[in-house]
Each structure stands twice: as structure tokens, then as C-alpha cells.
């Protein structure tokens, strides 16, 4: 199950630009997967589940998981990475990039890569083990040629697989078999990229030696520095102020999506000088502020978006915490800033 290290994962902005350029919105991806608005304004953080439920707003918007595989998985321009994945594009050669992305997505669960070179082939296997489940068809399939794709443009070469393998089924192979330059073997026991282990010696035209010194020890630096300086109760209202928008949520979903028991967590809040009840109602306050201070939502779009059904519930909560209205609250801090 997934660790609290690895729990946060970063949304870029260059994933919403690349929506932009097949005509999807980021707001309907992030409305269909029941996810904050403001998700798609800022580089966000997400856990698993709502990660999963990004690719999976943007299958069901698409249709065709063929097409739209190739379609995303092409229609990024470089600049549009983050650094560990940048990093990759201006590698030695392939095999260098392709190390450097398994070292990289650690920065970027949940997934990750195992790569394994075998006489003739280069055998690169998805990992999900903590999460506890496998992600979308979508998010598997654009992995994979996401891996090949940085082949492509590394080398300036037509570079094909050798073999790919899904663990689920596709309708429509047609597509990624001429996209991948091989067989396409679905309802696999993995799911999994096959190289001609002679294409990672081929050099990448845009090898930077410059920018790699540069980029390298930032990124190394930032794998030693995830796990430190975050508490159990940091991250549990980090976890509430994401779900809030899908209602209230419980000790027993916080606790899943930390891989450990309610009695667990509970614990390691109390120890910590916290507690479960408390930590929620400091998630609800600060995020009614964030919202309240945003004029494009209305009163009824902030009680939802912090877990109340209904605005008078809201309203006597918001009482409480600041002794005045939210109308009033909003009306002060707008005009203060102008809006």
C-alpha cells in the first residue's frame, strides 16, 4: 500500500496544456473525476485514487482508448515536463534515459518501472504494488508509450517495440500496433514493454551535458528530501482537504488511503497532540476561506466543495470559526482585494 513518502503525486501544468491541444477541458476532467476546481489553476498534488480518477475522467471524455493514447502520449512538446522527466530527454543515450526515468518516478508515484536487459531485449515492467490496485487502462498505456515516445525524440529514430503486453483487454488494437511497431498482446499477467535491447546504445541527439549537472544533483536532492519534515497530521489534512469536494470523509478512508488501520492513525495523531475530529474541521475552515475569497463560486459551490449538504449547515459552521457570515466575510475580503 502506499507509504506516506510516496503519497503526494504532482500534477503538472504541461498535463492541462496537453489537454488543451486535443480541445478537452481541464475543467471537465477535474468536474467528472469529483476533484477541487482548483486543481487545474495551480500545479496540484493529488492522492492515488484521485490521480486515477483523473485518467479516468479523461477515458471517459475521450471514447477510444487507442487513439487517445497515441494522441496524449504524442502531443506533449518537451517543454512542457517537469524537471525528472526532462531530465531524461537530454540522457546520454537511451539506456541512460530510461534510468534515469525508473530513478526519477519515484518522485512521481504511484507507479514505477523495473527494467531488466535479457540477451536480445529490454524488458520493462509497470508496478503498482503500492497503491494495492492497478491504474487505468489510459494511464498504462500512455506509460508505455510515453517510454517509447522518449526513444523517438531522444534519437531521432523510428525506434519500435518489440512487444507490449496489457493486463486488460482493448478493443481496438489496430491503432497501438501500428503506433508501437509490433503485437500487441492483451489480458496479459503484466503489463509491460519489450525493447531491441540494441536500441538503448543509440546516442540521443539532444544529449546536454550542461543542463543534466544542473538538473541531476537538484533532482537527487529532492529524492533524499521527500520523506522528511512532514507529520501524520500534515498529511492527514493534506488527504481531507482533497476529498472534501466527494462529502466528508471518514477515519476509515484516511486510514486506506495510508495503508494503515484507523487505530493505527488514530494513534499516530495522538501522539503527535491531535486528533481526527479536529484536523477535519480545520480542513473544512481553511479551505471555505480559499474558496469563499474566489468570486467566481457561489455560496452553494462552497458548502459543497467542503463536504456540507446543505448551506445552513455551512453557514452555522462558518459562524463559529470567524463569528460572522460567510456573505460578510466574502463581502469584506473582496472588496479589500479589489475583486
Known sequence: MMTDASLRIKIPQGFWAGLRELGIAAAEVVRLAG??????DEPAEVTAAQYFAIWQAYADLVGGISEAIIQLSTVFETAYYPPSVLAT???RDYRDALNRM??????????????????????????????????????VGITLATLLELGRRGTGQPVAAKL???????????????YFGCRIQTRAACNRLTLHRRDLDRRFLSYNEELLEI????????????????????TVKWIMKRALPGGR???????????MSD??????????GANFKHLLTQARHEQALKYLADPALDMKEVACLIGYEDQNSFYRAFRSWEGETPSSWRAEHCNARGF
Open 164 to 178: 507490449v503486453e496489457f493486463s486488460f483487454p482493448l478493443a481496438n488494437l489496430q491503432p497501438l500496433e501500428a
Open 215 to 234: 538538473l541531476t544533483p537538484a533532482l537527487d536532492r529532492s529524492l533524499d528530501e521527500r520523506d522528511s519534515g512532514r507529520t501524520m497530521s500534515e
Open 249 to 259: 470523509p471518514d477515519i476509515d478512508a484516511v486510514a486506506r488511503e495510508l495503508g
Open 89 to 91: 530527454y537530454h540522457a
Open 102 to 139: 525508473t530513478r526519477y518516478k519515484q518522485l512521481c508515484p504511484p507507479e514505477r518501472l523495473r527494467i531488466t536487459e535479457e540477451g536480445e531485449s529490454c524488458i520493462i515492467e509497470l508496478d503498482w504494488h503500492e497503491t494495492g490496485q492497478s491504474g487505468p487502462a489510459m494511464l
Open 35 to 40: 476533484l477541487p476546481p482548483e486543481l487545474r
Open 263 to 272: 487505530r493505527t492513525l488514530q494513534r499516530r495523531l495522538l501522539e503527535e
